[in-house]
């Protein structure tokens, strides 16, 4: 915890504060494209402490929260097969689908299991022949590297009795899709730091070029995420567009290039259907020809996805495109809560819902509780 103390110091983050307010010649709008980015900025109360200098609104990057309704169906469906175990990451267990969760699947009977990694999963193939084990992969290309590795352990292995349901998200392409769109009113990006770690930071420089749209590279402490934003200010204020890297601590230029090939190596690019945004060109994973043994869609013949008619009571896809703030949502603290969610974005820990249910409250307006957060 001592190499997070600077980057957690309440000093230096007012600082950081108060040189951004004081550089604003307007009100910009800038969008964190990463859940955990947005529980950092409510958790310390950077939003409201610069809420008169940058509207802070809240992106696509909880990849729980747009894991399709329709998908979590499959893995039901799939658990619901004699023999057969579906395992996935554990905040996937309450996010519901059409009709239930896997967690309520699994207390009717269903064989479901929380693994903290995808080479658990193969463990599991590996100690259970008796059972086809199923690994249910979400995330982003901050994930996709280890079920990547997963399925190639288990090619090298002989391990015949494991598959993926796959629904990994890309999201650069969301990032285009939000700029396109004609109530878009994001001016500037804080890019996920996780996701950079495995593709760097030159992989925004085209769509940096092509929307001239400054996209600055962060982390998650309040410093980290003060010095992104006064980053995106100071090229706001001076016209400029650039991708800058300030999480260098972590992120390389190039990103991680063992992993990248593994993704490589195993999966392409896909269209694929995002919970509240709809049809995302290229915007998911699937696995390459090569590997379709592994699909296991293809190897349960399932069938495909059944349509899922959204519930009009959650807004949800109107938050993760940052079009309305968890608060503008009639249903949020009242009928929709952590403990009877309506969408992913209260269910996931990374939910903007979910950080505003938590933190958002008028006694978190004092900066020592919020900055010290160690909590």
């Avoid at 092509?210 to 001076?238: H, K, M, S």
């Amino acid at each position: 915890m001592k190499y997070l103390d600077e980057f957690r110091h309440p000093g230096a983050t007012e600082s950081l504060l108060e040189s951004i307010r004081r550089r604003v010649t307007k009100r910009w709008t800038i969008m964190e494209v990463c859940g955990g980015q947005t529980h950092g900025l409510l958790r310390y109360g950077i939003d409201e402490a610069l809420a008169d200098a940058v509207e802070l609104i809240h992106g696509p990057g909880c990849p729980v929260c747009v894991t399709g309704a329709e998908v979590i169906d499959r893995a039901i469906e799939l658990a619901s097969i004699p023999n057969v175990l579906v395992t996935t990451f554990g905040d996937m267990l309450r996010v519901p689908g059409s009709r239930e969760s896997l967690a309520s699947a699994r207390a009717a009977g269903a064989l479901v299991r929380m693994v903290y990694s995808p080479l658990d999963a193969v463990a599991l193939a590996e100690k259970h022949p008796e059972l086809e084990v199923v690994f249910f992969a979400v995330g982003f290309e901050t994930t996709a590297p280890a079920t990547a590795l997963a399925v190639l352990q288990a090619k090298r292995r002989g391990i015949e009795n494991f598959s993926l349901l796959v629904a990994h998200v890309r999201v650069q392409p969301a990032m285009e899709a939000i700029l396109c769109a004609p109530e878009n009113r994001v001016q500037a990006f804080l890019a996920a730091g996780h996701v950079c770690t495995v593709v760097g930071c030159e992989s925004y420089e085209d769509l940096c070029r092509r929307y001239e749209v400054p996209i600055v590279v962060t982390g998650f402490e309040p410093t980290d995420l003060a010095t992104g934003i006064a980053a995106c200010v100071e090229q706001l204020e001076t016209s400029r567009h650039e991708v800058e890297n300030r999480y260098d601590r972590v992120v390389q230029a190039e990103g991680n290039l063992r992993a990248r090939q593994f993704v490589e190596d195993v999966f392409e690019a896909c269209d694929r259907t995002w919970r509240g945004l709809g049809a995302m060109p290229l915007g998911g994973l699937r696995l390459r020809e090569s590997w379709r043994d592994y699909d296991a869609e293809r190897r349960f013949t399932a069938g495909a996805l059944p349509q899922v008619v959204s519930s009009c009571r959650c807004r949800s896809g109107e938050v993760l495109s940052g079009r309305i703030k968890p608060p503008e949502c009639a249903a949020f603290g009242g009928e929709c809560r952590p403990e009877h969610p309506l969408g992913a974005p209260m269910v996931s820990g990374e939910g903007a819902c979910a950080a505003y249910f938590q933190y958002h409250r008028p006694e978190l307006r004092c900066e020592p509780r919020a900055v010290e957060g160690n909590a």
